[in-house]
C-alpha cells in the first residue's frame, strides 16, 4: 500500500479527540441515548457496540451533528461544537450505503467534496485518496462497474480527501457477504493505522468491533455498559449483557461461602466453584459465576480443573474448525462447551461427560442479574 509520507499533499490530517459531555437524546415517547460521557483520544479506532435501538447510531448522528442532543455537548479537538451544523464540523460519515454518484466516475467520486469547496488541488488529492484505497487503477471506471468492497473502498476515499479530523463510519461493512467483510475488516483497520485518524465505528457484528477496534463500548438501553480493550470485555465481562452479547458464556447463579488467600468459594447448585475475587464485581451474598465455553475441557473420562462438573451432552453441533456440545448439567442446565477438530471426538450425544476448568477463567456478577441478558434470539 502507498504511505501518507510518500505524497506531497497528503489526503488527510491526523486526528482529533472526541468528548461527549453528559450527553442524552429524548424523542417523544422514549429516550435514545441516557447522559453518556465519553472521551476518545486523537488516533484511536472506537466501536460503538450493541443490538438494534440501544442508541448507538443515534450517538453517531449527534456527532455529525444530524441530530441535536437534547442536553450535553460534543467538542471535537477541544472545540464545542454542539450548536454547529453538520457541514462545518470537521467530521465525515461513512455509510451503509455508499451514496455514489452513478454518472461520475471512481476519480470524480472522490474528487466531489474537494471541488464543491473550490479546492485547486481536488484531483491531485483525489489520485492520493484512491491510492490509499488501492484503487488508482480503477479511478477511470463508473462505481456499478466496481464490487461491492471496492466502492466501500472509494467511498472510504471519499470521506478521507475532505480532511476530517474524526471519521464516523455508521454498519459501513452490512451489505457485504461475509468473506469480503471480513477482507474489508483488516483494510479498514489498515487504513487507520496508516492516515491516524480518530475512527468511530457503529456496529451489531461483535466479530467486526474485536477485529478492528483499540477500544469497544458495549451500549444498552441508551448507556455504555463497559469499556475497554475488545480483550479486556471478553476475558472480565462486568455485567450479564456483556457477557452474553460479546460472545457465548455459562452463567450459572451462587452464593459466597467462603474468601481464601484471594479465592471465592461459590457454592453452585451443591457444587463449590472457585472464582478469584479480583475476577469479581462482588465478594460476597448471591454472585452470578461465568465461564467462556472455550475455557472448558470435555471428556468422557475424568478431565484437569479446579472446577468440575459432570453432565450428560444433549446437542452435538459440527461448525467446521470447531465441534460444540451442550451438556445438561442438573440442577443447573445446560453448559456449552467446544473444542477444536483435530481428531476423535471427545463425546457424542448421550454421553455422560465430565466438564473442567481452571479458576483463573472464572468470572464473577453481581448477583441479581438476569442471565439471559444479551442473549440474542
Given at each position: ?29 422514549f ?10 483520544p ?58 455514489l ?19 485547486k ?19 477511470n471506471?463508473?462505481?456499478a ?18 480532511r ?17 467483510r471480513?477482507?474489508m ?28 477496534a ?93 472446577n468440575?462438573?459432570?453432565?450428560t ?47 483463573e ?17
Amino acid at each position: 500500500m502507498t504511505t501518507l509520507a510518500q505524497h506531497t499533499q497528503s489526503p488527510v490530517t491526523s486526528g482529533a479527540d472526541l468528548e461527549l459531555s453528559g450527553i442524552s437524546k429524548r424523542f417523544a415517547s422514549f429516550s435514545a441515548v441516557e447522559n453518556l460521557d465519553l472521551l476518545v483520544p486523537a488516533g484511536t479506532f472506537f466501536a460503538l457496540l450493541g443490538p438494534s435501538g440501544c442508541g448507538k447510531s443515534t450517538t453517531l448522528r449527534m456527532i455529525a451533528g444530524l441530530e441535536a442532543p437534547s442536553v450535553g455537548s460534543i467538542l471535537i479537538g477541544g472545540q464545542d461544537v454542539t450548536a454547529l451544523p453538520s457541514h462545518r464540523r470537521e467530521v465525515n460519515t461513512v455509510f451503509q450505503s455508499y451514496a455514489l454518484f452513478p454518472h461520475l466516475s471512481v476519480l470524480e467520486n472522490v474528487a466531489f467534496g474537494l471541488k464543491r469547496k473550490k479546492d485547486k488541488q481536488a484531483i491531485d488529492k483525489a489520485r492520493a485518496g484512491l491510492e490509499l484505497v488501492e484503487l488508482a487503477h480503477l479511478a477511470n471506471r463508473k462505481p456499478a462497474q466496481l464490487s461491492g468492497g471496492q466502492q466501500q473502498r472509494v467511498a472510504l476515499a471519499r470521506a478521507l480527501v475532505n480532511r476530517p479530523q474524526v471519521l464516523l463510519l455508521d454498519e459501513p461493512l452490512g451489505a457485504l457477504d461475509m468473506k469480503l467483510r471480513r477482507q474489508m475488516q483488516l483494510e479498514l483497520k489498515k487504513i487507520q493505522t496508516e492516515v491516524g485518524l480518530t475512527f468511530i465505528h457503529v456496529t451489531h457484528d461483535q466479530e467486526e468491533a474485536m477485529t478492528m477496534a483499540d477500544v469497544v463500548a458495549v451500549m444498552n438501553g441508551g448507556r455504555i455498559e463497559q469499556m475497554g480493550p475488545p480483550r479486556e470485555l471478553y476475558e472480565l465481562p462486568r455485567t450479564a449483557f456483556v457477557a452474553n452479547f460479546l460472545g457465548k458464556s455459562n452463567l450459572m447463579r451462587g452464593t459466597v461461602s467462603a474468601v481464601t488467600d484471594g479465592m471465592l468459594s461459590v457454592e453452585v447448585a451443591g457444587r463449590t466453584i472457585l472464582l478469584p475475587a479480583e475476577r469479581a464485581v462482588q465478594t460476597e451474598g448471591d454472585v452470578v459465576v461465568g465461564v467462556r465455553p472455550e475455557k472448558i475441557t470435555i471428556d468422557r473420562n475424568p478431565v484437569d480443573g479446579q472446577n468440575q462438573l459432570t453432565g450428560t451432552v444433549v446437542d452435538v453441533s459440527f461448525t467446521g474448525t470447531t465441534t460444540e456440545y451442550l451438556v445438561d448439567v442438573a440442577q443447573i442446565g445446560l453448559i456449552g462447551t467446544f473444542t477444536q477438530n483435530r481428531g476423535q471426538q471427545p463425546a457424542a450425544e448421550g454421553d455422560t461427560v465430565f466438564l473442567g476448568w481452571e479458576a483463573e477463567h472464572s468470572f464473577g456478577l453481581a448477583g441479581d442479574e438476569r442471565v439471559d441478558a444479551g442473549v440474542e434470539s
